[in-house]
């Protein structure tokens, strides 16, 4: 399993450039008749074995991934007579559903989101009909904070599905997802420093490759706090190349005056904002 941690701390005044640090219908049995020629000839149909499905394939067309309270396997899933059955992978590379939630084994979501962190969490599921199986990506986003008091836009949205080719360098750079922090306190531009702390989990990223640093912005004289989502192009590990997989980054702020940040653990709850995305990486066929 990739993991890496790191723990910034940067500020940036107003008079200075700032600092660093993814049927067939069934046919009943029995028989019929019928007559030609004052030949009676019976046409056995009991040999039908039940319904026939076609190959097991997902199409998810516009959506990321089967999301919570929004849609169900059977939205992308025929089950064509045969009962769909779940099972969540829980491998390095596979992400997670947020505390509180989880895929039963019937396909459907069970319980609720129970996170202080805004945005979106992924995880791949085996869904398997008739003795075939197929790896599906599930979802949950979450809006708002349960303890509120700040905000976090996501760009494009919080959980995105990108297609890449095995055989090549795989970025982010071109999609440049996007976060901005609000925080819940005013901080006045001129004088705002913040600390974040990230963790990038099931990366088929090398971990040296992800930028984590933000950079605050003016928005009417508070500060927000602008985070890209990066990676430089890289090449994947070999067992990344055949199967979907997730990369997900998880992130603590604080945000206040001076360098009162740098004075505070990132890994508290003393944090001021709390976000995670995800990025449904699929190979393309």
């Known amino acids: 399993m990739r993991h ?14 700032g600092c660093t640090d993814d049927a067939t219908a069934d046919t ?3 028989s019929s008749s019928s007559s030609t020629s004052g030949t009676t000839a019976a046409v056995d ?5 039940g319904p026939v499905c076609p190959e097991l394939a997902l199409d998810l067309g516009d959506a990321p991934c089967v999301q919570f309270n929004q849609n169900e396997i059977t939205d992308f899933i025929d089950d064509c007579g045969f009962a769909l059955t779940c099972t969540p992978r829980e491998g390095p590379n596979d992400g997670r559903m947020p505390d509180g939630l989880s895929v039963r084994p019937d396909c459907a979501f069970q319980g609720s989101i129970n996170e202080d962190r805004i945005g979106a969490w992924a995880q791949i599921v085996d869904v398997e009909r008739d003795g075939e199986s197929i790896a599906v990506p599930f979802c949950a986003v979450q809006e708002e904070s349960l303890i509120g008091g700040y905000s976090v836009e996501f760009s494009p949205a919080p959980v995105i599905a990108k297609s890449f080719d095995p055989s090549a360098a795989v970025s982010l750079e071109d999609e440049s997802p996007t976060l901005r922090i609000r925080p819940s306190a005013a901080c006045p531009f001129a004088d705002c420093g ?7 989990l099931n990366a088929g990223f090398s971990p040296s490759s992800v ?11 508070n500060a927000v706090l602008v985070q890209p989502l990066t990676a430089a192009e890289d090449m994947l590990d070999p067992e990344f190349t055949t199967e979907p997989w997730v990369f997900a980054i998880e992130y603590n702020y604080c945000m206040q005056a001076g360098d009162a940040c740098s004075m505070i653990n990132p890994n508290t709850d003393a944090m001021d904002a709390f976000s995670a995305f995800a990025v449904i990486m699929l190979p393309q066929e």
């Open 45 to 49: 149909e009991s040999s039908s074995t």
């Open 194 to 200: 913040f600390s974040l702390a990230f963790d990038v």
């Open 28 to 30: 009943d049995g029995g």
């Open 4 to 17: 890496l941690q790191v723990t910034l701390w940067s500020c940036l005044l107003l008079s200075a450039t």
């Open 211 to 221: 930028t984590g640093l933000g950079e605050l912005e003016d928005d009417g004289g």
